[in-house]
């Protein structure tokens, strides 16, 4: 296919932790190569310019995610920055409540946690991994003090797919807010706001986004703009940003009011050119290839005595992720003769994690799992 193109990674590299940092395809780092080179001749001289890629990089990421405006996104440093914006922005009294559980990434328990000193309680729910119906679990957790279900729609180390849209529809019925971090399925498979509604959607772009680190955006339901707290102050984030003159201000009426100050205009380019080469690419196609990677990776791991798959293998339950184990063996042992032998993976939940994205070989994929095989038998615990 075209995009293998832009995908020139090492002979000696299967690189299968997208779900931990991607590689940049070839389109991001000529964009950056060209602003880098902007920066040496001209400076800052088409600063208005680059203040239009800021808006082209909010526009795709709109159409990624199918929001009506580009209006409802800001543009933050990272996921837990977007999830800070929203749990700090939020008007909460002491008694009030947030559901989470204990698959998530520490960033989407700490957050919630340190709002202790406002006498918000965090109620943190469990579930086995394969227990056919998480989402019950969650909603039985909710409540008549629960002001915010937070949720991941993939679990970062299991693997497991959430039924976000019914998490979302339990939450409204109630007159909960659904904050929702995006970051392990956002470019890898489709999310439309406009069809689930949740409240906020929060993503990093260095994962299945195939941008650089330092760079995530937050989208806001529109109705809920105004209503969030401000705790970050700048230039950038007033009505009328660029007039230096003016000494009254007003923050901005859409999403830019959460964007204290100067952009991260190297991000953006590069971010910029790796949602516009998965839009380009289809985001169906894009699905279509990830979850049949991830099902060709769950048939091995099946097939072999040795291991044990974690990820749930239910068509619905899975995504990019696929974590296994090797009873007996050690996990961080196992990573590491992988990666000695240039797999690319990572350790989670006491197995590895693979994570191949659309554009991953077969081949490779093969390679991998040549790889594990002949590891085993070295990385006994």
Not at 154 to 160: A, F, H, L, P, R
Not at 192 to 198: M, R, S, Y
Not at 248 to 276: I, K, Y
Request: one cysteine or more; aromatic letters at 8%; hydrophobic letters at 40%.
């Amino acid at each position: 296919m075209w995009w293998q193109a832009e995908f020139p990674q090492d002979e000696d590299i299967a690189y299968l932790n997208h779900a931990g940092v991607s590689p940049w395809p070839a389109c991001s780092r000529e964009a950056v190569t060209r602003f880098a080179e902007e920066n040496v001749s001209r400076g800052a001289t088409d600063y208005p310019r680059w203040l239009e890629a800021e808006q082209r990089l909010k526009a795709r990421l709109a159409e990624l995610i199918n929001a009506p405006s580009p209006d409802s996104i800001a543009l933050v440093k990272n996921t837990s920055e977007g999830l800070s914006v929203v749990a700090w922005g939020l008007d909460w009294q002491p008694g009030d409540e947030v559901v989470i559980n204990g698959h998530e990434f520490p960033s989407n328990r700490i957050v919630w946690e340190s709002l202790e000193r406002l006498g918000v309680r965090v109620r943190d729910v469990s579930w086995s991994v394969g227990d056919p119906d998480p989402e019950s679990r969650l909603i039985e957790a909710m409540g008549e003090n629960t002001r915010l279900l937070a949720v991941s729609t993939v679990q970062y180390g299991t693997g497991e797919r959430m039924d976000v849209a019914r998490l979302i529809q339990a939450c409204r019925a109630r007159g909960v807010f659904c904050c929702v971090d995006g970051i392990q399925s956002l470019g890898a498979l489709p999310f439309d706001v406009a069809e689930l509604q949740p409240d906020f959607l929060v993503a990093d772009g260095h994962k299945w986004l195939l941008g650089p680190e330092g760079l995530g955006f937050l989208y806001v339901r529109r109705e809920l703009i105004d209503t969030m707290r401000l705790y970050q102050f700048g230039w950038h984030m007033v009505e009328h940003a660029g007039d230096y003159d003016r000494k009254d201000w007003a923050a901005a009426s859409t999403a830019r009011r959460f964007e204290c100050g100067s952009p991260n205009m190297l991000g953006v380019q590069a971010l910029s050119a790796s949602v516009g080469l998965l839009l380009e690419v289809g985001l169906e196609t894009v699905a279509e290839n990830v979850l049949d990677n991830s099902r060709h990776l769950m048939d091995w791991v099946g097939g072999q005595p040795a291991l044990e798959l974690i990820t749930p293998a239910a068509p619905d339950r899975h995504a990019g992720i696929v974590t296994f184990r090797a009873p007996g063996a050690d996990p961080r042992a196992l990573w590491k003769a992988l990666l000695a032998e240039g797999v690319v993976a990572a350790s989670r939940c006491g197995g590895v994690r693979f994570s191949p994205h659309f554009y991953t070989d077969p081949i490779r994929l093969e390679y991998a799992c040549k790889q594990v095989l002949a590891a085993l038998p070295h990385c006994r615990a």
